[in-house]
C-alpha cells in the first residue's frame, strides 16, 4: 500500500482556492489517488478520483503530475460549510477495501 | 438515491455486553466493508464483505464479527464489550469498478461503560 503524506492542517478564508497536496511516492502503476471528505461523527465522503493529469467535478479538481507522485486537491471558492478533513487515499480500484487506508488527513479550517 | 444506512445511529451499552449494528448499502452495491474510527487509531478496517462471503478481515479480535445477507444487507457484532470498543463504527459500500469510490454511512457512534 502506498503511503501518503499531506500537511496535518490548513486554514483559508472564504471566496479563496485552496489546494491540498497530498505527496504519494511509491506508488504502484495501478494505483489511482481518490480524495474524502470528513465532517465530525460522519462517514468519510468521496470527492474526487484520478489516476493522471487533471480531473474535475462538480465540487473539485484534482492535479496529478506526470510522474504521479503527489497530487493536489483544489476547492474552489471555499465556504464556511468545506471546514472539514480531507483525505488522501492512494490503491488499486479493483483492489480490497482493506487498502482504505486513512491516515490523519488534513484538518481545513475556512475562516469568516 | 438512498445513501448507506446504519441503524442504529447511537448505543450504549455496559461492559461484557455483546452490540449488534446492522448496514444496508447503496442499492446495487454488493460490497460492504466495516470500520472502526477512534482519535487516537484513525480509521481502522474490520472486514469486508461480498455477496455474502467474508473477502477480508483486519486486525481485530475474534469478538468482532460480521455476515452478509442476500440482499447484500450486513450486521456486524462485537461480544464481550469492552471500553475501547467505544467508537464510530462505520459502513461503506461500493459498485465492484469502484468509479465513485466508497460511499459511507453516517455510522453508530458506540459507547461503552
Known amino acids: 500500500l502506498a503511503k501518503t503524506t499531506q500537511p496535518i492542517s490548513m486554514d483559508s478564508y472564504e471566496g479563496q482556492e485552496v489546494n491540498i497536496t497530498c505527496s504519494h511516492n511509491n506508488i504502484a502503476t495501478n494505483d489511482y489517488i481518490t480524495w474524502y471528505q470528513q465532517f465530525p461523527s460522519q462517514g468519510p465522503r468521496f470527492i474526487i478520483q484520478?489516476?493522471?493529469t487533471k480531473v474535475t467535478n462538480e465540487v473539485a479538481s484534482l492535479f496529478i503530475p506526470a510522474d504521479r507522485k503527489s497530487s493536489t486537491l483544489s476547492l474552489p471558492r471555499v465556504s464556511l460549510s468545506d471546514t472539514a478533513v480531507y483525505y488522501c487515499?492512494?490503491?488499486?480500484?479493483?483492489?480490497?477495501?482493506?487498502?482504505?487506508?486513512f491516515g490523519s488527513g488534513t484538518q481545513l479550517t475556512v475562516l469568516p | 438515491k438512498a445513501g448507506v444506512t446504519q441503524t442504529p445511529r447511537y448505543l450504549i451499552k455496559t461492559r461484557g455486553q455483546q452490540v449488534t449494528l446492522s448496514c444496508s448499502p447503496i442499492?446495487?452495491?454488493?460490497?460492504v466493508s466495516w470500520y472502526q474510527q477512534t482519535p487516537g487509531q484513525g480509521l481502522q478496517f474490520l472486514f469486508e464483505?461480498?455477496?455474502?462471503?467474508?473477502?477480508n478481515k483486519g486486525n481485530f479480535p475474534g469478538r468482532f464479527s460480521g455476515r452478509q445477507f442476500s440482499n447484500s444487507r450486513s450486521e456486524m457484532n462485537v461480544s464481550t464489550l469492552e471500553l475501547g470498543d467505544s467508537a464510530l463504527y462505520l459502513c461503506?459500500?461500493?459498485?465492484?469498478?469502484?468509479?465513485?469510490?466508497?460511499?459511507f454511512g453516517s455510522g453508530t457512534r458506540l459507547t461503552v461503560v
Open positions: 484520478g489516476y493522471k
Open positions: 461503506a459500500s461500493s459498485f465492484r469498478d469502484r468509479d465513485k469510490g466508497y460511499t
Open positions: 487515499l492512494v490503491g488499486d480500484k479493483a483492489g480490497s477495501a482493506r487498502q482504505l487506508t
Open positions: 464483505y461480498f455477496s455474502e462471503t467474508q473477502r
Open positions: 442499492s446495487g452495491h454488493r460490497s
